[in-house]
């Protein structure tokens, strides 16, 4: 049975219901008045009086500002990530199947028309989200993505996300945060089509916006605070597993990290280790990630490693890293995650910024059910049907005594008046 060496005694439902209202009003307001509102929240909640609409050309213009070498950065991490995208979009085929003679019926794929992208701001600029979000809609044949972030006092969004936005093929960005910009998405406000789908990750408002506005648009997924969960064996090496761990709690107070090993000299090496490294962090970096190691961080001990498996795919992580022996067995084992890292030369921070596969992922345990973003989330996939009279016959009448074993005479009648007008040639 697995023992807990630190046990989380917080959750991250906390403070939720004045989060839920103050979305739901403001979702009303910016409904109701449109962009008006929108211009009003910017400038009260973000302290920005500037435009709003950011063109195409506008987003180009940003690239000046940006360094060459961060330029070069950003551009190789989009090619990594249009061309995994590229490679999952091959793997989804039109098809048709006569499933009766002379009965053809068949699916294919359809881009959604518009979608809109969140890219996070504040404290950190998050470049990566943009080319998650933005460039795997437009390889799945989406044709507008309008994107949006938060801005900073007198600069708007930030010149390296508008560079990004640019190069990962966004039609328009929108100087918005928050609720506002989510709302002005969905909505169609300042003149943009109204987006089919929502995708990237925010803050609570942003998921909460998101989660009320589901069924009226699509969203990517409902997202609670990011966290990741490393299995290790005696094989790691402890510091390398604390540092895994220490990154992934920076992203904020409330995002859990666990660990999940059949060692415990490891496992007590990683406890002494991590609060030591989070003082070597920056101070906003550390503040986030002391609390969150504090309240909400785990430390688990297993017998073996068919356990640690089992631990693992209850908790469905968002990040899983394996850092033991014999990772083929994990791959083929481990049945719950939104993205896996295999071995110690890969780790979490390369899948948020660089190698290539999507990094909005399910969390609070979502991966049980769901994997993360990737093109399939841009595209429907629908169905249609054709027949000969022939090949409808067998059908109708098959339809027709079913409908009325239900009682539903007014679908029997259209398949017997089908039997009864059309004769095979």
């Not at 990011?226 to 220490?246: F, G, K, M, R």
Request: proline content about 4%; aromatic content about 6%; glycine content about 8%.
């Amino acid at each position: 049975m697995a023992i807990y060496l630190k046990k989380a005694v917080s959750t991250a439902e906390t403070g939720q219901e004045d989060v839920r209202t103050r979305v739901a009003v403001m979702l009303d307001v910016l409904r109701g008045e449109g962009d008006a509102a929108a211009i009003e929240y910017a400038r009260k909640l973000d302290g920005w009086k500037g435009p709003i609409l950011v063109s195409r050309d506008e987003m180009a213009a940003a690239s000046a500002k940006v360094p060459q070498e961060l330029r070069d950065d950003i551009a190789f991490a989009h090619d990594n990530i249009r061309r995994f995208a590229e490679a999952q979009l091959a793997t989804i085929n039109d098809t048709e199947i006569e499933v009766r003679p002379g009965f053809i019926a068949g699916q294919k794929s359809i881009p959604m028309s518009a979608a809109g992208a969140y890219v996070p701001g504040g404290r950190y600029s998050h470049v990566a989200s943009a080319l998650m979000t933005i460039t795997t809609a437009k390889v799945a044949g989406v044709r507008h993505v309008t994107a949006c972030s938060p801005t900073r006092p007198d600069e708007g969004i930030p010149a390296a996300i508008l560079h990004t936005m640019h190069l990962a093929g966004a039609d328009a960005a929108l100087n918005l945060g928050g609720v506002q910009g989510v709302a002005a998405m969905a909505f169609g406000l300042f003149g943009l089509p109204k987006a089919d789908i929502l995708v990237g990750p925010g803050n609570q408002y942003v998921a909460e916006a998101k989660r009320m506005l589901f069924g009226e648009v699509g969203i990517d997924m409902f997202a609670g605070p990011t966290d990741s969960l490393i299995l290790a064996d005696s094989t790691a090496d402890p510091e390398i597993v604390a540092w895994d761990l220490v990154g992934q709690a920076e992203h904020g107070y409330n995002s859990p990290v666990w660990l999940v090993t059949d060692d415990r000299v490891l496992a007590e090496k990683v406890l002494k280790l991590a609060p030591r490294l989070i003082e070597e962090l920056p101070k906003l970096n550390a503040d986030n990630a002391r609390a969150a190691w504090r309240d909400y961080a785990e430390v688990i001990l297993c017998k073996d490693r068919d356990e640690m498996a089992a631990v693992s795919d209850r908790y469905g992580p968002e990040h899983l890293q394996v850092q033991a022996a014999d990772l083929d067995w994990w791959l083929e084992r481990l049945s719950s995650y939104g993205s896996l890292f295999l071995g110690a030369e890969t780790t979490v921070a390369f899948g948020d910024k660089a190698a290539g596969p999507n990094h909005v992922l399910p969390t609070s345990g979502a991966a049980r059910y769901t994997g993360g973003l990737s093109v399939h989330k841009f595209l429907k996939t629908v169905t249609w049907q054709r027949a000969t009279v022939a090949g409808m016959r067998p059908v109708a009448e098959a339809t027709a005594r079913i409908s009325r074993l239900e009682g539903m005479e007014g679908h029997a009648r259209t398949a017997d008046i089908r039997l009864e007008r059309m004769k095979a040639s």
